[in-house]
């Protein structure tokens, strides 16, 4: 019988904790080891739709990208807003293992997932000296700044972009899922046509037109939520005598009005 132990030793094995950053929370975070895992359901976020989602799917387990919390807590209630999920979870016997930016870095992991959804080569770290997780990635030709809009939309599925910069073509590009454009430099110093990520600040939008770089913001969710069907997949391939199904209760949370 698979435990919520098994699962979290192999996810270990494949993006080890121990890489994650200083700031983070991933790992086991909610429910008991030794509890027996049939079916488990796997997200980018642990919401309260999700965990409905788990409990009514019958699951003992969610994996997630996103830790449910980073801050200490002092107490676990109903009344807050994270500890109202604890809550949920513990009560309809649910276990929470949070794998996050030790995922963002993994081989195979998230932005190897985010190149690889791009339909570009992988050409590996974007900065080796002070970056493990952006990435590299190059086009097989070259293509027009609005093809290459449509190519990150269409192919992470968001609800729309925010971009900055020169409007020029594309085939040499930096990459980085989730909040990224701290590597707005390091791809400018590889020579990238653009650069794309998310949760980009004002004055980051006006760096890309002084640097001649193009910058695009696709959203938190869409740069990341390719890892979701990634990780059901190792799941799958890992347990098969366990059912695993990616959530269907939770969607882009942002909308755009134009």
Same mark, same amino acid.
Not at 176 to 186: I, P, Q
Not at 216 to 229: K, L, Q, R, W
Not at 233 to 246: A, I, N, Q, S, T
């Given at each position: @019988?698979?435990?919520?132990?098994?699962?979290?030793?192999?996810?270990?094995?494949?993006?080890?904790?121990?890489?994650?950053?200083?700031?983070?929370?991933?790992?086991?975070?909610?429910?008991?080891?030794?509890?027996?895992?049939?079916?488990?359901?796997?997200?980018?976020?642990?919401?309260?739709?999700?965990?409905?989602?788990?409990?009514?799917?019958?699951?003992?387990?969610?994996?997630?990208?996103? $830790?449910?919390?980073?801050?200490? @807590?002092?107490?676990?209630?109903?009344?807050?807003?994270?500890?109202?999920?604890?809550?949920? @979870?513990?009560?309809?016997?649910?276990?929470?293992?949070? @794998?996050?930016?030790?995922?963002?870095?993994?081989?195979?992991?998230?932005?190897?997932?985010?190149?690889?959804?791009?339909?570009?080569?992988?050409? &590996?770290?974007?900065?080796?000296?002070?970056?493990?997780?952006?990435?590299?990635?190059?086009?097989?030709?070259?293509?027009?700044?609005?093809?290459?809009?449509?190519?990150?939309?269409?192919?992470? &599925?968001?609800?729309?972009?925010?971009?900055?910069?020169?409007?020029?073509?594309?085939?040499?590009?930096?990459?980085?899922?989730?909040?990224?454009?701290?590597?707005?430099?390091?791809?400018?110093?590889?020579?990238?046509?653009?650069?794309?990520?998310?949760?980009?600040?004002?004055?980051?939008?006006?760096?890309?037109?002084?640097?001649?770089?193009?910058?695009?913001?696709?959203?938190?969710?869409?740069?990341?939520?390719?890892?979701?069907?990634?990780?059901? &997949?190792?799941?799958?391939?890992?347990? $098969?005598?366990?059912?695993?199904?990616?959530?269907?209760?939770?969607?882009? $949370?942002?909308?755009?009005?134009?």
């Amino acid at each position: @019988m698979t435990t919520v132990k098994d699962v979290l030793a192999f996810l270990d094995g494949k993006a080890p904790l121990d890489t994650q950053l200083s700031f983070d929370n991933a790992g086991f975070l909610c429910g008991r080891e030794d509890a027996p895992v049939t079916r488990v359901l796997v997200s980018l976020d642990i919401t309260d739709a999700v965990i409905a989602e788990a409990a009514e799917y019958g699951a003992g387990l969610i994996v997630s990208h996103h $830790p449910v919390c980073f801050t200490p @807590m002092k107490s676990v209630t109903t009344g807050d807003i994270t500890g109202r999920k604890f809550v949920a @979870m513990l009560e309809h016997g649910l276990s929470a293992i949070c @794998m996050h930016t030790n995922l963002d870095a993994a081989q195979d992991g998230v932005n190897d997932a985010l190149c690889a959804a791009l339909g570009a080569e992988n050409l &590996g770290l974007l900065d080796p000296e002070n970056d493990g997780i952006s990435r590299l990635c190059r086009l097989s030709e070259p293509e027009d700044f609005t093809a290459f809009l449509a190519r990150v939309k269409s192919a992470l &599925g968001a609800n729309g972009l925010r971009y900055a910069g020169p409007e020029k073509q594309v085939q040499l590009f930096g990459i980085c899922g989730g909040s990224g454009a701290d590597s707005l430099m390091a791809a400018r110093a590889r020579g990238c046509d653009a650069f794309v990520t998310a949760d980009v600040k004002h004055h980051q939008f006006i760096w890309a037109g002084e640097l001649d770089i193009d910058l695009v913001d696709a959203g938190h969710f869409s740069t990341e939520n390719v890892i979701v069907p990634v990780l059901a &997949g190792w799941l799958r391939e890992r347990f $098969p005598d366990v059912e695993v199904k990616v959530a269907e209760s939770y969607t882009q $949370p942002e909308k755009f009005y134009v």
